[in-house]
């Protein structure tokens, strides 16, 4: 079982950057693909970026790609997710999401059984 928790969420103008970190407790971080989500208000969680175990290989949304990145440090059990170029409409819950799944880059929310609590992030225009 692995406990997670998202931090560095906060309000930030269009254009701007923000780094979400997503820490995880217990021994087997390194086995769980890993995967960020958002959810804004009235809207269903969707899938952001995954990164793979072993942290080599990762995919995005089409909304993202480019602006995100996703990265992990196995030592640390940390999970992050740089943003850059934030749009009004990156404004949501940004979720971390741990996975067993066979796929090495999950995206779909069944996937996933870990979840953090969430972060808040909004971008103003």
């Known amino acids: 079982q692995v406990q997670l928790v998202e931090s560095g969420g906060g309000l930030v103008q269009a254009g701007g950057s923000l780094r979400l970190s997503c820490a995880a407790s217990g021994r087997t971080f390194s086995s769980y693909r890993m995967g960020w989500f958002r959810q804004a208000p009235g809207k269903e969680r969707e899938f952001v970026a995954a990164?793979?175990?072993?942290?080599?290989?990762?995919y995005y949304a089409d909304s993202v790609k480019g602006r995100f990145t996703i990265s992990r440090d196995n030592a640390k059990n940390t999970v992050y997710l740089q943003m850059h170029s934030l749009e009004p409409e990156d404004t949501a819950v940004y979720y971390c999401a741990a996975s067993l799944s066979r796929n090495t880059l999950p995206i779909l929310t069944n996937e996933y059984a870990y979840w953090g609590q969430g972060t808040q992030v909004t971008v103003s225009s």
């Open positions: 990164i793979s175990a072993s942290g080599a290989t990762t």
